[in-house]
């Protein structure tokens, strides 16, 4: 609970991959639904939101590619600042009032990153969008999510994931035997090499006291669910 506000405050991670339902560039119907999912949870949790682009671009595939890897990642984080406004839009269309804050400037389109003026917008029952990561290439928008979550003072971190409902021993969809894990601590999903969420992001989490859960974006309401507390997926703790 926050102390102004007594409301939970929470930090979302949406993929890039769940904005393109699979394909590049961004699919209206799913990111409209996602926003409605949000936009009905707003008046009981405070919400900031981390956006993914991987519907875009990934550096680290870029740079495979041939491309020099600091400026294919400055081109990922372009690519979740198109995410967050799409994200904007139909939250506001779902009739949330939201702002969406870049780690790189572009004052036209977003408000700088500030953390304070995050909390204010949130203690005031705005939805806040993170965009462009870090502002920093070499990181992943997952190990955003637990540094941003760490600076506003979240509870947790929620994050939502496409094709897959909780973290498992290995990847369900390809290993039948795979089984499903409800809790699991940072030291051990980093010794199994459990993937779902980047090393990095756990270690942060693990090191400064953050929980962390993983849930799946389907069924509809999932999104909801999880932001209003409910324990669906899987609890990664410290
Ligand atoms: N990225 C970056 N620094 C950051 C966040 C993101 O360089 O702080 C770049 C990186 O190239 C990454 C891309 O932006 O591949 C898209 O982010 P990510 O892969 O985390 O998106 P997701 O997998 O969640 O769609």
Redo the contacts with the bound molecule.
Sequence with gaps: MTERTGRRRVLL???????GAGQLGVNPDVVSQMAREIAAAVDRVEVAV?????????????SQRGMD??R?????????VM?ALALQDFLEQAGAATRVQS?IAMTQVAEPYIPRRAERHMEKGRVVIFG?????????????AAQRALEIGAKEVLVAKNGVDAIYTADPNKHADAERIERVTYRDALQQGLKVV?STAFSLCMDNNMDMRVFGMEPAGNVTRALLGEPIGTLNTP
């Design positions: 991670k949406l993929s890039g991959e769940a904005f981390v956006v993914g682009g991987g519907n875009f671009f990934r550096g680290a595939e870029l890897r600091g294919a990642d400055y081109m990922g984080m372009l690519g979740t995410n780690a462009a990561g870090a502002g920093l290439p070499y990181f992943s928008t997952d190990t955003v980047d």
